[in-house]
Structure formats: C-alpha cells, structure tokens
C-alpha cells in the first residue's frame, strides 16, 4: 500500500487486490488504522536490514 | 498449585472439596468479573471424585493430581464448547483435546472451565461485547481493563476463581493481563509448548503458556505441558528439565541486564521507578545488574503488523467474506487492516525479525536475563483510549503491547512477574527474559525475586 492510502478509491482497489468488497462505510472505518499502519510500514524502510536474510525458521533449537 | 498438589497429594485435602471451594467461588463473582465464558461444574467435580477415588485406593498419581485449573477458550476440549471468544464459534465443540489440554489432565490437573477472551485473541486491552468486558478484579469502584487478550485467564487466577490457567500470547496476551492482574505469567520459548488444537491468530508468533499466581507454580505447569509433539511441527526435541528442581532461590551472581532506552524511557514514572527498584533488590540479592539498550526496539511495531496483520487476515479471511457481522466491529476493523500489507512488507517484517532477534541474542550472550516493565502503564479504565507515557502520548493499545512485542517476534522466553503496586493500589509487572530454551533460569530468576518480596502473595479483596 502507497502513502495515498488517505485516498477512498485507493483503499477500495487494495481490498478487491486482496479480494474482498467492503463497503465506503467500511472502508471509512478502517481508513486511520489503515493510514497508521502504512506509516508503521513505510518506517521499516529505514531499518538496516538490506543484507539482512528474512527468518524462515522461528524455532533456533 | 504447587501446594494444592502437596496437600492433595498427602491427603490433607480432599480434591473434591477443592474443585467445590473453587465451583462456589466462580457462581459467586462470575456475573461481575465475567473471567468464565463455559463453567464445566458437573464434568470438574465428577473428575475430581474420581481423583479421590484413586488417591484413597493408592494408585500412583501425577504432579497435578486433582488440581484445578481453567483454559483461555482457544484451547480445544473434546465435547465441550470452544468458542474463541467469538459469536462465530458460540456452538463448536471440538471431537479432541489440544495437546496440551490432554498432557494436563495425564499430569491429574481437573478442567473448572473455559475462560473469556478478546475475539480472536486479537486486541491487548481484554474487551469482549459478546461475552462481556472482563473486569479488572482489583478496582471495585471503576470498571478497569483486566488486559488481553488472555483476559479470563488473568481475572480468574487473581481472583481466586482458579489456582492457575492458560493464556495464549502473540504480542503479549499473557504477560500484558498477568501485569496487569497482579499475577505471573510465562511466555516460553517458541517451539517450546505445543500449539496443536490452540486457535491460532498469528502462527509464527503464536506461543501458549500457564498463568498463576508464582513462578513456582508456572514451573509446574510448563514441567507437564512442555516438549516435542509430532502434531505441531515447531515443537523441538529439547528434553524438557525439571523446572521445579532448579528453584533455588539463590541469586547470587545471575547477571541482569535492564532495559533502558524503549523500555524504561517509554514507561510511565511510577512504572520505571518500580522496576529500577527492584534491580536494585535483585542486586542486594546478589544478582549482577548492568544497562542495555536495544536499538532496533522502533521497528518492532512495523515488524509486528506486518507478520500479525497478514497472518491474522489469511487465517480469517473466509469467516470474514461470509460472517462479518457477527465479529466483534473492532476486530473486524483490525482484520480488515491487514489487507493492506504488501508481500514485500511481510518480508521486510521477516527481516526485522531476524534483527531483533540477533540483538537479543546478543544482549544475553553476557547475561543470564533482561529485565523490563512488563507494561508501561497499570490497568486503565475501560474507556481510555490515550496514555501518557514516559516519552509522550501513546493510544492505550500500542502502550500495552510496546515492551511484549519484541520477544513474540524474536521467540525469546519472558516471565511477568508482580513488582509493585501504584499509588492507587493497581498491580505493576515486570518481565525477565531469558535465552532460548532457558525458562529454567527464567523460572529461578522470578521464583528467587518472589521469595524477595511478597507482591504476587497480595490479592484484591472482593465481595
């Protein structure tokens, strides 16, 4: 998801990628979590993970 | 527990009159402290009879024989109802027991009922509208959170309603309602307890684990739950150690590291000033207390919504095409959210992890345990829905999962134990956290701060 996430069409089109159809009120509902959320998101951009492999395994023994 | 078990054991008391103590106990607070969703009355004192019985006839009887205890309603029971907090699931009543259900009553222990939840396990602050809000035992005048989402399991143990429970914990549903209760809770080691018949919300960073009232009494508990299960593919074939055996209460030398920078920084003053006092007991106590401070702690909240938020969504998408009237609108808000996070942002997250948990690694490598305030804050009221912190404002639900998150995402083993109480008589928490694995020395380090001091021997006085 973009930082125009703000934008009601936008969260519509995310919803159907991930195929789901809510309604505007539904979607109005979600918007602040949604847009906190990218926030969130976005940030872990900044992290120093670029040569960092992904965990696959969650058990270490 | 542990005494319960010594006393049934030597047949100073009778297990029935035990299971029946707690029976009257639960009909009489259970309408205001809504801790129970299923109580099991006739099957618990049936099978208490029965433990009677075998005791009188000199049959051989395990650790737990004819102790009670209560499960967070995602644990699966055979022939009673397991709703996961959830109108969906009012009428599921699974054919097996969860593993760790079925190694529990192997060990004796006697099923008093099914405890309240959030949906889903999905929500920190232990609301539930289906159910109804359990309430916090230890303000009778406001109606305060009892935290979650293992909320039941955290009410009924302070309360007495239970001797010990299970609680399940993603981002913190058993330490954050332990701290916030007043009682102790163990989150241990992922792969650690077997998660088969356990309503998931987040497999990979789903752990399950006792609530009680001391660190003794956890070590119990987790000796019968623990170890490898061919059912769930994350368990490890670690032996599982006499936890019991290695309560010592010595101190001398553990080495301790606090938790500056997020932890103590983001925490409320009454709250830090707590935990920096009880290093300071530890550490007259023999322990060896130094400071760390976790630098990647900011990323955790990202890390977190990526993995919980897709997991959580995969796992419910269906009920949430087909019943999404009937969750909880604001856990079906927090649902919905997770549609929004991209494959690449999962991974992103999967990456954070890996970070995380190599600084964790490395900040144990010298040291035994960590210390750090279990929550930030006490128990709100119910309508809060903003917290002033030790570096700023915070929304109530980010505060009360801040100081857990980190070790769901890096699977270390953390145990909140009582270590204070605020000014207006409210419960505070601390955890210690230990290696992979090493809930023995997580254990010895909770059991020797308890036999320091008597905060989880205090409880709230009810009607």
């Known amino acids: 998801m973009n930082d125009d996430a703000s934008d009601l069409d936008t969260l519509r089109r995310g919803a159907r990628l991930a195929g789901f159809t809510w309604s505007d009120t539904e979607l109005e509902e979600i918007r602040p979590m949604v847009m906190a959320g990218v926030r969130a998101l976005h940030a872990l951009e900044a992290a120093p993970i670029a040569e960092v492999e992904p965990t696959t395994r969650y058990r270490t023994v | ?463």
């Not at chain 2, 150690?241 to 010595?250: E, F, K, W």
């Not at chain 2, 190599?358 to 903003?386: G, K, N, W």
């Open chain 2, 1 to 463: 527990m542990t005494e319960l078990a010594r006393m049934i054991a030597t047949k100073a008391v009778s297990p029935v009159e035990v299971v029946r103590v707690h029976l009257d106990r639960i009909a009489g607070l259970h309408r205001d402290l809504r801790s129970y969703i299923t109580v099991c009355d006739e099957a618990a004192l049936a099978a208490a009879r029965a433990a009677e019985a075998e005791l009188m006839a000199g049959r051989g009887v395990g650790p737990l024989h004819g102790v009670p205890y209560a499960l967070k309603d995602l644990y699966d029971t055979a022939g009673i109802r397991t709703t996961g907090g959830s109108r969906i699931l009012g009428d599921r009543v699974p054919e097996a027991d969860a593993t760790v259900t079925r190694r529990l009553a192997q060990a004796g222990a006697i099923l008093l009922g099914k405890l309240n939840m959030v949906e889903f396990a999905y929500g920190p602050e232990g609301l539930n509208p289906h159910y109804g809000h359990a309430r916090n035992p230890w303000d009778r005048a406001v109606h305060r959170m009892a935290g979650g989402s293992s909320s039941g399991s955290g009410v009924a143990v302070a309360a007495g309603l239970a001797p010990g429970s299970l609680g399940s914990d993603t981002g913190g549903s058993i330490r954050i309602p332990s701290s916030l209760c007043g009682i102790t809770g163990l989150k241990p080691t992922y792969g650690r307890v077997s998660r088969a018949g356990v309503l998931p919300l987040a497999w990979s960073m789903d752990h399950v684990g006792p609530m009680t009232r001391s660190a003794a009494d956890c070590a119990l508990m987790l000796r019968a739950m623990a170890g490898y299960d061919a059912a769930d593919a994350s368990t490890s074939v670690l032996p599982v150690p006499d936890y019991g055996a290695v309560l010592t209460g010595d101190l001398k030398g553990l080495r301790v590291g606090l938790l500056r920078g997020f932890f103590l920084d983001g925490a409320a003053p009454e709250v830090r000033a707590t935990v920096e006092t009880a290093a300071r007991v530890l550490a007259s106590a023999g322990a060896v207390v130094d400071e760390v401070n976790l630098e990647h702690m900011p990323h955790v909240g990202g890390a977190s919504l990526a993995i919980v938020g897709s997991e959580a969504l995969a796992y419910h998408a269906e009920r949430l095409r087909t019943r999404a009237g009937d969750f909880d609108p604001d856990v079906a808000r927090r649902l919905r959210a997770g549609a929004y996070v991209t494959g690449v942002q999962y991974v992103r997250g999967q990456q954070v992890r890996a970070l995380v948990r190599e600084e964790v690694d490395r900040a144990l490598a010298r040291r035994d345990v960590l210390l750090a305030p279990s929550t930030p804050i006490a128990a709100p009221t119910i309508d809060t829905r903003q917290v002033e912190l030790g570096d700023g404002l915070s929304d109530v639900r980010t505060a009360l999962v801040r100081f857990n998150r980190p070790f769901n995402l890096s699977g270390h083993p953390s145990c909140s134990v009582p270590c204070g109480f605020t000014a207006a008589g409210l419960p505070l928490g601390m955890q210690l956290v230990g290696r992979p694995f090493d809930e023995a020395t997580v254990l010895r380090a909770a059991d020797g701060w308890q036999r320091l001091t008597d905060f989880h021997m205090r409880h709230p006085v009810l009607g």
